[in-house]
């Protein structure tokens, strides 16, 4: 029986194989998008679930109040770790520092970025280790602990404990390796290559001493792991006022954990509360992949339902020499299993294809798990919903005809059989208007933030990270890049023009009001700093070698004069940190934040001693490769431990938009893959009608139709299923889109040429392909078709 069902199925795929390869391809195309979706999905949810304690372990964050809302803040200050210690809900604490150094084996010589960190941590975070107790290995101050990929660059093998490695900071250190743990995923958001013990840290960095007991120094990431059962929110209830009781009421920011859980899908905040984040993408493009699907699956069952009006007189021979409806119904359903078994096996083919790209587009290294019963089961679950659904017609309804009135020609679908197909029809249209409306609005929103001003010239700017010989040698590096003309001109702060690594309150003001709070962006400098950005200065002057009093001085920001609202900025004196700076000039204002947020108040002051990033602008040439390689073997000659590796301000600045970028991206492909998957339906639905309507065509040429009335008469049905599709999802994709935007506090409005655009973009789809299928009818020698009357 089954044999025979099997041929069956085959000969009625061979016999209509343009409907069968439309069908397969159509559903296999939608199938394979859903799958490349809901990998990144997986990976997206599934981040930090590497560490078996994900569900338990938090990061320790600070709100602080300001005059313009609740700004959150991922550094928090020493004391802070040593209040915690106090409250028994807290199993473990780190307190941890980002560190680069340079580590060396003889000749073998690797810049890396790993963590200081108490000893905790690495119990915190469950490192899957190769070698060493993650108990004792940060016991020792002069240890360090390497990942295997770290290992295997210096030694070749993961098999080094007790070996000891070269490590430079602020000096040359030799460094026991006391562990080696697995290299994390990509989907993890502590990937450190190697681990110091706080311990060192301490007695190698002097500010440490400074920020033991100051609870404003807030240069510290701190992780907890909760006791089991611990009430989060009650925790964070009572831990909200720790720093105003331990600072004397003189520090106002509120500490709460922000649970590991939650790092990657909710990392925005607004005024202090969680505002989505990845969440909200993950959310989109889940709702994309049913859309997609369910937008080829009513391909499927359209072409089924329709094709199976030709099969009646099939079913009617069937039943008159015995068959059953119940081996009908099976005989149908399984005609429809098959396909879908073919169009599930054609999609991993396709998705294997295509995984390369896709992994570049997104910048991941998904794959399909074959192991997985979970994938497995999503297979067996979809062939079978797609199977049942699109043979749910064939096999319900045509079984229950009677073979008499089949026979004879007297069964017919009447006049509403359409209509299922018609409503299928408008909805496929309906999700690509919205798909194609989403995509141009987040391209939109997407090229707003980019041509936002930065203030700045990013042209030829390049950031160097600092180190211990650089800082030695700063000022005659500084001197040779200008005398060889490597370099136009040259400065270093403390974070680069494109990051923001410091804040703090502004103690008092001229003008200052009660319980009026001001936190600023920290940009601690030497010379020459807006001349190399390229920042222009509105009011006063820049820090200059003529005045020796520079150091108490401070520039601010366009936003920071605004937000302290100072009618004569220059000359006023200002407290922050317990001391008094006197205001020596405004600047414009700096996009060195979040591309996609306003740009807050800045300060900047004079401190060559606090850097990280030494910053040079390259003279205009067509030979950049030889302008940087000049800039290297100058480099070279005060830093020869440290390799020079760069990077252009200009790409930095475009990094900030990477994610939403992807996103555009990934929501275009998939539009345009929505748009195919709709054109496929469209052509085999009209394919079909074009040979149900064969006849009434013919008549129509008889009595004297041109052939342009033919085709306007069987392209203006599907144009008004167009019409109706954009009518209903305009609104529900303007609603989609006002959400979507609501999200950015810089952003576009509403773009209102995007609608109408959908809408023509869609109705010059659905004309151009059916217009091939009528313009064939339309072309038909009326006597071949009506031979037969």
């Not at 089961?377 to 049942?388: D, E, P, R």
């Not at 469209?682 to 004297?704: N, S």
């Not at 655009?757 to 071949?784: C, E, R, W, Y």
């Amino acid at each position: 029986m089954f044999k025979n069902y099997l041929k069956i199925a085959l000969r009625s795929l061979h016999r209509k194989l343009l409907y069968s390869v439309i069908n397969i391809t159509g559903l296999s195309t939608g199938i394979a998008c859903s799958i490349l979706i809901l990998l990144w999905v997986h990976d997206e949810l599934s981040f930090d679930h590497y560490f078996k304690k994900h569900d338990v372990i938090h990061q320790v964050k600070l709100n602080t109040p300001t005059d313009n809302g609740v700004v959150t803040g991922a550094f928090t200050s020493w004391p802070l770790k040593e209040a915690l210690e106090q409250d028994a809900r807290f199993k473990k604490i780190a307190i941890t520092v980002t560190q680069a150094a340079v580590l060396s084996i003889g000749e073998k010589k690797l810049l890396a970025l790993g963590r200081d960190a108490s000893e905790s941590y690495m119990e915190i975070f469950d490192f899957h280790m190769i070698e060493g107790n993650p108990k004792t290995v940060l016991h020792d101050p002069y240890s360090i602990v390497l990942n295997a990929s770290t290992a295997r660059a210096l030694f070749g093998t993961t098999s080094c404990l007790g070996k000891m490695v070269s490590v430079k900071i602020e000096n040359t250190e030799e460094l026991k390796v006391t562990g080696v743990f697995e290299d994390l995923p990509a989907n993890v958001s502590v990937s450190p290559r190697f681990i110091l013990p706080f311990s060192y840290f301490e007695r190698t960095a002097p500010w440490v001493k400074y920020a033991k007991g100051n609870w404003i120094n807030n240069g510290f990431e701190t992780f907890v792991e909760l006791q089991p059962n611990a009430d989060l929110e009650t925790i964070n209830k009572s831990v909200k006022d720790l720093v105003k009781k331990g600072s004397g009421e003189t520090v106002h920011t509120e500490p709460f954990l922000h649970p590991m859980n939650r790092w990657r899908l909710y990392n925005n905040f607004e005024n202090g509360k969680e505002s989505g984040g990845m969440i909200d993408y993950v959310m989109l493009f889940s709702c994309i992949a049913v859309f997609i699907l369910v937008m080829a699956c009513i391909n499927f069952m359209n072409l089924s339902t329709a094709r199976s009006q030709h099969r009646a007189r099939e079913v009617g021979i069937r039943k008159s020499v015995g068959s059953s409806r119940k081996q009908l119904i099976l005989q149908f359903i399984g005609e429809s299993m098959l396909i879908a078994v073919i169009s599930f096996l054609m999609s991993i083919v396709l998705v294997e294809m295509v995984l390369p790209s896709y992994n570049t587009l997104v910048s991941k290294n998904l794959f399909i798990d074959y192991t997985s019963a979970v994938f497995w089961l999503f297979g067996l679950l979809l062939i079978f919903i797609t199977g049942i659904t699109a043979g749910s017609y064939p096999a319900f309804y045509l079984s229950s005809f009677k073979p008499v009135k089949i026979l004879k020609g007297s069964a017919n679908a009447g006049k509403l059989a359409s209509v299922p197909r018609q409503v299928l029809v408008t909805m496929q249209f309906g999700f690509s208007i919205m798909l194609i409306i989403g995509t141009a609005v987040v391209y939109q929103q997407i090229q707003h933030l980019r041509s936002r001003d930065a203030g700045y010239d990013r042209e030829n700017l390049v950031l160097l990270w600092s180190n211990t010989d650089v800082e030695k040698n700063y000022r005659a590096l500084k001197e040779e890049l200008l005398s060889a003309n490597a370099a136009l001109s040259v400065t270093k702060s403390n974070s680069p023009i494109t990051r923001i690594f410091a804040s703090s309150p502004i103690d008092s003001w001229p003008g200052m009001l009660p319980d009026q709070h001001v936190e600023v962006t920290n940009v601690a400098t030497e010379y020459d700093y807006t001349k190399t950005m390229g920042i222009e200065l509105l009011e006063g002057r820049d820090f200059s070698y003529e005045f020796k009093s520079d150091t108490a001085g401070m520039i601010l920001n366009k936003a920071a004069v605004l937000a302290m609202n100072l009618q004569h900025p220059v000359g006023e004196k200002i407290k922050m940190w317990n001391q008094f700076f006197t205001v020596i000039g405004v600047m414009d204002d700096v996009l060195m934040g979040s591309g996609d947020n306003p740009i807050g108040p800045l300060v900047m002051t004079m401190d060559p001693s606090w850097s990280s990033t030494i910053t040079f602008r390259l003279p205009k040439t067509t030979d950049l490769s030889g302008a940087l390689k000049r800039v290297e073997d100058i480099y070279k000659k005060y830093s020869p431990d440290f390799p020079f590796e760069y990077r252009f301000a200009d790409d930095e600045f475009q990094q900030k938009f990477a994610s939403i970028d992807m996103i555009s991206k990934l929501a275009g492909s998939f539009a345009i893959l929505a748009m195919i998957i709709t054109a496929l339906g469209l052509f085999g639905m009209a394919a079909f009608i074009a040979e149900q309507r064969t006849k009434e065509i013919g008549i129509r040429k008889v009595l004297g139709a041109s052939v342009a009335s033919i085709i306007l008469m069987v392209t203006k049905d599907f144009s008004k299923l167009v019409l109706i599709a954009f009518v209903i999802a305009a609104p529900l994709a303007w609603w989609a889109c006002a959400d979507f935007l609501q999200r950015y506090p810089v952003r576009i409005d509403m773009p209102w040429w995007v609608f109408p655009m959908a809408g023509v973009v869609s109705f010059a789809i659905t004309v151009m392909v059916v217009s091939t299928q009528a313009v064939k009818a339309a072309l038909h020698n009326p006597v071949d078709s009506l031979k037969s009357e």
